[in-house]
């Protein structure tokens, strides 16, 4: 059987992912370990730099967003040993000893690493902090952080009334409040219960739906006092507190897995086995909205480990068929709305995606940008206030896209074009790095072995 041949050309600003699907066909058949789940890394570098004594972490995600915080925290003192898949150490400096770093922090293209850190930040008194990162995160919303930590007593500055980075923050002695989010955002979340670490007292967050809750899992591993209450999705944490350092196993991530999930429903004649793939409730949203469409999916060798649930992930190629995803099952899959936008594509029906305004200030305007590189394919997709209208059954053929430097976007197009006419050009590939740098490397090896 002929396969895609997949290359990529590298310009000096630039990569550019061919993708040359062949006219007899293409199925996908192999074994998949995706990279480490991203949400986690993150916080396990974080948690282990502010604990007292030495975290391990296995199998941490080497994107460039991990990166940005092992670079930050390193900045504000903590020692973080060469990161890599087997084991990163990082010997923590103890609540409330962040040291004010000589440079400003640069929080790189990473949206967590900065709203997450400015609670931390905020709440160290008589240190200055000065961070800001890419063009991208420079454009993304830092109010939804900004104003919960300033009604706790933080002194922040930045562009646009502070809404913006770079942000500047003077430490603060900070009082603890009870936050009614208008959004439900782990990022919001962990930003203000993190804050609430260093404050006497109660600090309490309450969502209008359940967000990922890996912040409060760690939490607690690390011996943060804690409880929830699942019934008003209200999280609360007493401080001052102290953590200790933990020994942390970083399960696959479920964003990343949910590509090969879709390419393996997509592509005619796939079997592909995800390994490792972490399957907390408050991720598995994917999951619910491909089972509504008809997904041949299954949960293998399901198991917990260090406090994460855990399955290898079964999917076949099935008929797709439209549905409509909306309401609380959104916050548990907002990553990985673009590519199951790629799903409804080659589902039949037309599919609806609301309540997912959030989408637009991503790393770029997911919505949009979905929305007009699929058309450009020759897709059916109508943009919407807060999601996408989808009509399915329509052929793609390849074509020049843009990725405008959105690893989801990028990665979400490439799925896209394996069952596209021709050859799909996606330009700005190399984004795909910042989550999951063995992306290329995998799509060719599954495409070679068709």
Sequence with gaps: MLTAIVTVETTENQQDLIINRPTSGLSLQGRISVPGDKSISHRALMFGAIAQGETQIQGLLLGEDPRSTASCFRALGAEISELNTELVQVKGIGLGQLQEPVDVLNAGNSGTTIRLMLGLLASHPERFFAVTGDSSLRSRPMSRVVKPLQQMGAAIWGRQESTLAPLAIQGQNLNPIHYNSPIASAQVKSCILLAGLMTEGKTTVTEPALSRDHSERMLKAFGAELSVDPETNSVTISGPAQLHGQKVIVPGDISSAAFWLVA?????????????????????????????????????????????????????????????????????????????AVAAVFAQGTTVIRDAAELRVKESDRITTMATQLNRMGASVTELPDGLEITGGTSLTGTDVDSYTDHRITMSLAIAALNATGTTTIHGAEAAAISYPNFIPTLKQLCSQS
């Design 264 to 340: 393996g429903a997509i592509v005619p004649g796939s079997e592909l086995l995800i390994e490792n793939v972490g399957v907390n409730p408050t991720r598995t949203g994917i999951l619910e909205a491909l089972a509504m469409m008809g997904a041949n999916i299954q949960l293998e060798n399901e198991r917990t480990v260090a406090g994460e649930p855990v399955a290898d992930l079964r999917v076949r190629s099935s008929s797709l068929n439209s549905c409509t995803i909306a309401g609380d099952l959104i916050p548990r899959m907002i990553d990985e709305i673009p590519i199951l």
